[in-house]
T-cell receptor, first 114, second 116 residues
Framework: GDSVTQMEGPVTLSEEAFLTINCTYT??????LFWYVQYPGEGLQLLLK?????DKGSNKGFEATYRKETTSFHLEKGSVQVSDSAVYFC?????????????FGQGTELSVKP | GAVVSQHPSWVICKSGTSVKIECRSL??????MFWYRQFPKQSLMLMAT?????????EQGVEKDKFLINHASLTLSTLTVTSAHPEDSSFYIC????????????FGQGTRLTVV
């Protein structure tokens, strides 16, 4: 079945460092891809998404490009801030029209130190 | 974005009792709600999908008689863990989508269930 694999955490960075969180997926069809973020004590929030190959999702300085050839959707940010400390989840939905039915990676905890 | 509220945020119950978790969409009508379960250091696993006014659709391996889901209105879905046991201890999260053409899911903050 469809699945998502993320790099394990925790990831600890200094402020203004470059961030990459790897995400690869397995899917039989043409999934839509998402990154969600969960700040301490809060629910998951959609960070960005891409619905087809070569699409780039971006938000709050974060970017991810839908790479069908490598089945990847790596999350990047050029300069992280302390406020970016959170757990990041990569996810897919097999059918864009069922955006709520998500398959998640295991999550990657990011800790940014001043 | 839209707001989804879960209640309670955490609950401790005795083995053999039942626990109800509520998921409410506060500012939109949720045509579909989803229930996930998350084990420590693991991903969220979809348990079931519920549409307002109809029976929930459970994922393979999820016991529908143990995890009762009701979606009686467009703003409320409930998950009842029946005859809870320590192995049911987990973090339960709901999400909701709704409205014409809306496909983004909005998540509740989750409920930490501990069965002792």
């Amino acid at each position: 079945g469809d699945s998502v694999t993320q790099m394990e955490g925790p990831v600890t960075l200094s402020e203004e460092a470059f961030l990459t969180i790897n995400c690869t997926y397995t899917a039989t069809g043409y999934p839509s891809l998402f990154w969600y973020v969960q700040y301490p004590g809060e629910g998951l929030q959609l960070l960005l998404k891409a619905t087809k190959a070569d699409d780039k999702g971006s938000n709050k300085g974060f970017e991810a490009t839908y790479r069908k050839e490598t089945t990847s959707f790596h999350l990047e940010k050029g300069s992280v801030q302390v406020s970016d400390s959170a757990v990041y989840f990569c996810a897919l939905t097999p059918d864009y029209n069922q955006g709520g039915k998500l398959i998640f990676g295991q999550g990657t905890e990011l800790s940014v130190k001043p | 974005g839209a707001v989804v509220s879960q209640h309670p945020s955490w609950v401790i119950c005795k083995s053999g009792t039942s626990v109800k978790i509520e998921c409410r969409s506060l500012d939109f009508q949720a045509t579909t709600m989803f229930w996930y379960r998350q084990f420590p250091k693991q991903s969220l696993m979809l348990m079931a999908t519920s549409n307002e006014g109809s029976k929930a659709t459970y994922e393979q391996g999820v016991e529908k008689d143990k995890f009762l889901i009701n979606h009686a209105s467009l703003t409320l879905s409930t998950l009842t863990v029946t005859s809870a046991h320590p192995e049911d201890s987990s973090f339960y999260i709901c999400s909701a989508i709704g409205g014409q053409g809306r496909t983004e899911a909005f998540f509740g903050q989750g409920t930490r269930l501990t069965v002792v």
